[in-house]
């Protein structure tokens, strides 16, 4: 697709294709943003996201073949220059800061309206940055010494997602086969998540994981 240089490419990136469908509707209301592309998984959205075939990258998180930031990450590293809009069903209270700090241009929920999602895109495309107000306080707590934050926040990002499915009350098997490890290094996860939450069980673990709303 030929599309003019003063027009945004828009890569859409979700698993679901009533999300896509309604994506591109609400794109197609604009005159200076177009849908140039969809991807339903991680290849896809690899394949598709590389250096000149698009300027936005609309990214769902939970795509089939890569778990929470890992699937951001591998596509800045292919094409570091284009911006990425993270859409989520996760709250910014859970993912924002990660993926931001991994590379995300902004964050949005899902709930967000069609004339935010718009501005958004923009925005990003002109080489800005899309938090709201609360993203926004919430990087800025980033500054502060660790020992101010909750504990999962210190987590690093394998841990965070591991952490998220004990929570699910998914056994060690089932997280392994979730994220592609072996089962003896889910349980190495499994104890080093005991130490850094001062949890002295699975129970607690996904007790803190639900308690802090860290599960879908």
């Not at 003063?6 to 197609?28: E, F, K, N, S």
């Not at 990214?59 to 890569?66: Q, Y």
């Not at 859970?94 to 718009?118: D, F, H, N, W």
């Not at 800025?140 to 504990?151: N, P």
Request: neutral net charge; charged residues 25%.
């Amino acid at each position: 697709m030929r599309v003019p240089k003063t027009v945004i490419r828009v890569l859409i990136a979700d698993d679901h294709p009533v999300v896509r469908h309604g994506l591109r509707q609400i794109i197609g209301e604009t005159s200076d943003i177009v849908a140039v592309g969809e991807a339903s998984n991680a290849a896809e959205v690899l394949e598709r996201a590389r250096p000149g075939e698009c300027d936005v990258l609309l990214l769902d998180l939970a795509m089939p073949g890569a778990v929470g930031v890992e699937l951001l990450q591998a596509v800045k590293r292919a094409n570091p220059d284009l911006a990425v809009l993270v859409l989520s069903i996760h709250p910014e209270d859970q993912y924002a800061v990660r993926v931001l700090r991994a590379g995300a241009a902004g964050y949005m929920t899902k709930e967000s309206a069609a004339e935010e999602l718009i501005h958004a895109v923009r925005k990003v495309r002109a080489g800005g940055r899309y938090v709201t107000a609360a993203v926004a306080e919430t990087l800025a707590g980033w500054l502060d010494q660790d020992g101010t934050r909750s504990a999962h926040e210190l987590l690093s990002n394998r841990e965070f997602e591991v952490l998220r499915l004990f929570g699910r009350a998914l056994s060690v098997r089932h997280i392994a086969r979730e994220l592609h490890l072996s089962e003896k290094t889910v349980s190495t996860y499994r104890s080093r998540l005991l130490r850094k939450m001062d949890c002295r069980s699975t129970a607690e673990l996904i007790r803190y994981a639900v308690q802090n709303r860290l599960v879908d």
